[in-house]
């Protein structure tokens, strides 16, 4: 079965400054990758997802990730972050030919902006 | 376009009470899901419809829950008795041709 790693619990970032966010999963191939995001009050929102060919992959809001197979990693980042970017991130792996379909979730990264 | 609709966005109800959460799927969608996620945890995957008919269900916590889509409209799951362990937040998402969108989610909280 897979498997979603997010070691950050809690993050938090100046804005203005870039940031990182960590994932890695555990899949017998290369699985569906997505990033989501909760804002306070508003349900999950897709930043980005991976399925295959180019490994880094652009998405919404100025956020990208960049898949790595040996590493088996899925980080998500932003060169410059916005206070409106305080939300919580999951990161996510769905089934090859199920797109986002029934998807396997982290416990979530919950990011603090400060001024 | 509508995007998924959850209802309610928040329930506080106590321990052996009944719950029922309705989820109202993106119009023509063939799939919902069922996610919940309980505090501090991961979201976990609850169960699958297509259409009216329950596909996976193997997410499902206990008898204490039963979902249900008659007519493959909207759905709603029901939670009785409700329990502490219950408390969370149940997300639901529909899909075609593979691309989900999830609700806002409801609160639960059982006191």
């Known amino acids: 079965a897979q498997s979603v790693t997010q070691p950050d619990i809690h993050i938090t970032v100046s804005e203005g400054a870039s940031l990182e966010l960590r994932c890695n999963y555990s899949y017998g191939a290369t699985p569906y990758l997505f990033w989501y995001v909760q804002s306070p009050g508003q349900g999950l929102q897709l930043l980005l997802k991976y399925f295959s060919g180019d490994t880094l992959v652009q998405g919404i809001k100025g956020f990208e990730a960049e898949f790595k197979r040996s590493q088996s990693s899925f980080n998500l980042r932003k060169p410059s972050v916005h206070w409106s970017d305080a939300a919580e991130y999951f990161c996510a792996v769905g089934l090859p030919n199920f797109g986002n379909e029934k998807l396997t979730f982290g416990t979530g990264t919950r990011l603090t902006i400060i001024p | 376009e509508a995007g998924v609709t959850q209802f309610p966005s928040h329930s506080v109800i106590e321990k052996g009470q009944t719950v029922t959460l309705r989820c109202d799927p993106i119009s023509g969608h063939d799939n919902l899901y069922w996610y919940r996620r309980v505090m501090g945890k991961e979201i976990k995957f609850l169960l699958h419809f297509v259409k009216e008919s329950k596909q996976d269900e193997s997410g499902m916590p206990n008898n204490r829950f039963l979902a249900e889509r008659t007519g493959g409209t909207y759905s709603t799951l029901k939670v009785q008795p409700a329990e502490l362990e219950d408390s969370g937040v149940y997300f639901c998402?529909?899909?075609?041709?593979?691309?989900?969108?999830f609700g806002q989610g409801t609160r639960l909280t059982v006191v």
């Open positions: 998402a529909s899909s075609q041709a593979s691309k989900a969108f």
